[in-house]
């Protein structure tokens, strides 16, 4: 099954970007659900404001994913009066949504990854301090560690640190590569102002 990640992004936009980013969110999951799109919130940094978000990123799977990249990919204008500053002159408010195959991250390769083995501490009383059955991962490439002792059995507590070396290192590369796309759309904030490939018209 295909999978994508999405980040939506205000950038360095103010309370009123904030303000579209959640309602995009919104607008995203009622559109998933109906073309029968899987998305899972990855994260969500929450603004200064009650109901507004600096960035929503999603992981979304299913085989209708391009129209969705189509409609959504690039800088997204929301025309609206601002429910914060009813006086403020300005109506127009932007953000980034930035989007990437997953197939993108480097592939996982479970020879990158050294174990070494110690006693568990804990539980179990002295049975458990005779054999060294906790296991500590280290992906070679990242420097990102795990440690497991779950279980008594080091096969198993092997296991339990790889898969969860792997959760953890797809999620650092996502955030590495959602980073650069980030700046990337903040170098050119300015210019993709007049170049929406979205606009909606209505209230925040």
């Given at each position: ?14 309370a ?60 997204i ?26 197939k ?64 953890k ?11 650069a ?20 018209r209505?209230?925040?």
């Amino acid at each position: 099954m295909e999978k994508i990640i999405i980040q939506i992004t205000s950038g360095k936009g103010p309370a009123e970007c904030c303000r579209v980013v959640t309602c995009l969110h919104q607008m995203m999951i009622a559109q998933g659900k109906a073309l029968n799109i899987d998305m899972q919130l990855l994260e969500n940094k929450p603004g200064e404001i009650n109901g507004t978000s600096l960035s929503v990123t999603l992981q979304a799977a299913g085989g209708s994913l391009a129209v969705f990249v189509e409609e959504w990919g690039g800088t997204i204008q929301w025309i609206a009066q601002s429910p914060y500053r009813p006086n403020h002159k300005r109506k127009n408010w932007f953000v980034g949504v930035c989007i990437f195959d997953i197939k993108e991250l480097p592939p996982w390769d479970s020879k990158n990854v050294v174990f070494e083995t110690t006693r568990s501490s804990g539980p179990g009383g002295q049975n458990v301090n005779k054999v060294e059955t906790a296991v500590r991962g280290t992906h070679k490439p990242t420097g990102l560690q795990v440690f497991a002792m779950d279980s008594r059995s080091q096969l198993e507590n092997k296991k339990l640190c790889l898969a969860r070396l792997q959760a953890k290192v797809l999620a650092w590369q996502t955030e590495e590569l959602i980073a650069a796309q980030q700046t990337r759309w903040l170098q050119h904030h300015n210019l993709e102002r007049g170049n929406a490939v979205k606009v909606i018209r209505a209230p925040l």
